[in-house]
Nanobody, 111 residues
């Protein structure tokens, strides 16, 4: 059974940083495309960042230059380093590898 477990969310002031982690199990992690999504209250879930098995990364325009997605295949982990956080980054962040979702971790950025 495929499982994704996120951690690392919390409350941070604007301009601060957080690092999200996602632990994967039950999959051949190294060959999977991994993604981070987020969903703010009253809004649709949006794709934030993608990392391919070969390490190619793709970002939403809203987070380019501030967020960095990375992976550790040996540990079956994917990370999202978030810097220069803004109040509009407040959302529940989800780890995804199709078709599986994690339970989400709340990120709140205060102004």
């Amino acid at each position: 059974q495929v499982q994704l477990v996120e951690s690392g969310g919390g409350l941070v002031q604007a301009g601060g940083s957080l690092r999200l982690s996602c632990a994967a199990s039950g999959i051949a992690f190294s060959i999977n495309i991994m993604r981070w999504y987020r969903q703010a209250p009253g809004k649709q879930r949006e794709l934030v960042a993608t990392i391919t098995s070969g390490g190619i990364t793709i970002y939403a325009d809203s987070v380019k230059g501030r967020f960095t997605i990375s992976r550790d295949n040996a540990k079956a982990m994917v990370y999202l380093q978030m810097n220069s956080l803004k109040p509009e980054d407040t959302a529940v962040y989800y780890c995804n590898t199709h078709p599986t979702w994690g339970q989400g971790t709340q990120v709140t950025v205060s102004s």
